[in-house]
T-cell receptor
Framework: EDKVVQSPLSLVVHEGDTVTLNCSYEVTNFRSLLWYKQEKKAPTFLFMLTSSGIEKKSGRLSSILDKKELFSILNITATQTGDSAVYLCAVGKGDSWGKLQFGAGTQVVVTP | DAGITQSPRHKVTETGTPVTLRCHQTENHRYMYWYRQDPGHGLRLIHYSYGVKDTDKGEVSDGYSVSRSKTEDFLLTLESATSSQTSVYFC????????????FGAGTRLSVL
């Protein structure tokens, strides 16, 4: 059975801290891993990763994939209160009509 | 929200009544999906569509049906709503040319009393 597991489930940090979120997966026919941010509304796309070891960056957010150890991390540096959200990891398979399997998400709270 | 409109945005209904949720897109994307989101479960796929009149079940399809008669519209029907179907429902769209990135609608909050 395919699995996508995110850790931790939740965390609270202070503004300015660095946050590292984990996503591990066990799926057959892996194609891609995606990260989304959800702030009490629709999930919004952050990154899509398909190759190991290539970091993707957008401002203070970055992500990398390890296809050998089957995990990805999402880093947020110099956190701000606007980073408070649920971060969702999803895995796409090569034979699945574009379907994604999501993890349960990590709730991040950034306090002033 | 990437040209995706869900309606209604909120609905309260009674157990046993039929409910239809609508997803409308203006992006002409081929693939459309319905998810439900519950605490501790992330997003779970209910049904998906890979073209007009082409649909298939996801992991939590029991009690739900879908229809897609036009590219732009994907309907989710609860034939006889139950309290366990109280949830937030999201529609998403995707096009194979973008590598499978899905874009989400704003969601429908459904309460079944």
């Amino acid at each position: 059975e395919d699995k996508v597991v995110q850790s931790p489930l939740s965390l609270v940090v202070h503004e300015g801290d660095t946050v590292t979120l984990n996503c591990s997966y066990e799926v057959t026919n892996f194609r891609s891993l995606l990260w989304y941010k959800q702030e009490k509304k629709a999930p919004t796309f952050l990154f899509m990763l398909t190759s190991s070891g290539i970091e993707k960056k957008s401002g203070r957010l970055s992500s990398i994939l390890d296809k050998k150890e089957l995990f990805s991390i999402l880093n947020i540096t110099a956190t701000q209160t606007g980073d408070s959200a649920v971060y969702l990891c999803a895995v796409g398979k090569g034979d699945s009509w574009g379907k994604l399997q999501f993890g349960a998400g990590t709730q991040v709270v950034v306090t002033p | 929200d990437a040209g995706i409109t869900q309606s209604p945005r909120h609905k309260v209904t009674e157990t046993g009544t039929p409910v239809t949720l609508r997803c409308h897109q203006t992006e002409n994307h081929r693939y459309m999906y319905w998810y439900r989101q519950d605490p501790g479960h992330g997003l779970r796929l209910i049904h998906y569509s890979y073209g007009v009149k082409d649909t298939d079940k996801g992991e939590v399809s029991d009690g739900y049906s879908v229809s897609r008669s036009k590219t732009e519209d994907f309907l989710l029907t609860l034939e006889s709503a139950t309290s366990s179907q109280t949830s937030v429902y999201f529609c998403a769209i995707s096009e194979s040319t973008n590598g499978g990135i899905q874009y989400f609608g704003a969601g429908t909050r459904l309460s079944v009393l």
